[in-house]
């Protein structure tokens, strides 16, 4: 027993058997043409459907679906507005659970050359931003994990 050669191609029709073609089977028969031009069809949209599930698979980063996937990131990347209070430090919740993470803040207004240096003490569940200037204005901060 043989089996249709199959190439993964995208024909844009099947063939037709007409009332004036000979019965021929084989590898060149014309009674095995609509199924070779199924055939290929079939191949090449099972590897289209292999490449989306291989990135499907690869953005859930082992997640069981992308929507762990976003659940997972959103419980290690979060973002938000503080006020920066000066030397004495303001603390910033957030639920990472860990300290290993990074922290990266920006005061979002103009800091009239009183921002000074940042320093980020990082807890489990919290950190404190202080600055050597004493700039007590708006900031924004971005957790990664």
């Known amino acids: 027993m043989a089996y249709v050669a199959e190439s993964a191609t995208w024909k844009n029709g099947v063939y037709q058997l007409e009332t004036t073609d000979p019965l021929l089977g084989g590898a060149n028969g014309v009674m095995n043409e ?3 031009d199924l055939a290929c069809r079939t191949l090449y949209l099972k590897t289209e459907q292999d ?3 291989n990135e499907i698979q690869t953005a859930r980063g082992g997640k069981a ?10 419980m290690t990347s ?13 603390t910033v919740s ?13 005061a979002t207004a ?15 569940y919290y950190f404190t931003v202080y600055n ?14």
């Open 132 to 145: 050597t200037g004493g700039y007590k204005g708006n900031g924004r901060y971005q957790i990664l994990n």
């Open 94 to 106: 957030h639920t990472i659970g860990n300290t290993n993470y990074v922290v990266n803040v920006a």
């Open 34 to 36: 609509a199924i070779k």
């Open 78 to 90: 979060k973002q938000g507005d503080f006020t920066f209070n000066g030397t004495t430090g303001v």
């Open 110 to 124: 103009s800091t009239g050359g009183d921002l000074g240096d940042i320093y980020i003490s990082r807890g489990a």
């Open 65 to 74: 679906s992308l929507n762990a996937r976003f659940e997972a990131l959103e």
């Open 51 to 53: 490449k989306i599930k």
